[in-house]
């Protein structure tokens, strides 16, 4: 698995749950259209982590590169209701960070 790990903070008057809900409506299409497995809404727990990284952490998980390399250009069409779901989730959000993390050991690897 490839796994695309997002960090965000919410914007000032953000309420979680329509935060969630929103990534919950966006994530979710790119799943009914097969371009991403699944994935994961956290919150950081007793305010324990670094401060660098967001209150929330967004985990997507791709089957490979490929996966994840449509789920991107399908958001980069930037149209339509792909674009109305992802504006509801990034106006919602500030000191946004990511990261590609991967299974260890490849399964490939010999």
Known sequence: MDCYEIWV???PGVKDLEFVNAVRA????FQEQGKLESFRIRRRKLGFGPEVLGEFCLTLE???LTQLDAAFSGAATRAGVVEQLHGQVYSRVRNFKSALY???PDPVRV
């Not at 966006?26 to 299409?29: D, F, I, N, S, W």
């Open 9 to 11: 903070d919410l914007a």
């Open 26 to 29: 966006y994530l979710g299409a």
């Open 62 to 64: 791709f089957k490979d």
């Open 102 to 104: 991967r299974d260890f």
